[in-house]
């Protein structure tokens, strides 16, 4: 059944539009690109800093791909670790990755879903 099967503005009419409208924008190809590269001042939401995770809106591509990018703080810390670093908004602790340099450890905030 089509839109176009009821008359224009019928409620059958924008019940189908709007199914339709939301099975397109749930399969759309979506890409996240995930930095840990602070952002310049000026780039930061309001209020925001380059010590909590920020995750911005999608946008649409002129191909129809939705695209947001995605900012994972994280930290070197000497190893052995005595204090484990923690998110300075909600104090979820950040998570050791493999990533070792010399004598030091990568950690990256863990908390993503919390701050979406």
Known sequence: MKPDSFPIGSPESRV???MR???IRDTRKRIEIISNIPRP???L???GNNSIPYVGPWQ???DGTLLRFVYRPGEW???PVETVPVCSECGTPLRKTGKELGDEAWFEADCMAKHI
């Open 21 to 23: 409208a939301g099975h």
């Open 41 to 43: 001042q000026h780039a």
């Open 60 to 62: 649409e591509t002129q």
């Open 16 to 18: 189908l539009a709007r």
């Open 77 to 79: 810390k000497k190893l």
């Open 45 to 47: 939401p309001p209020g």
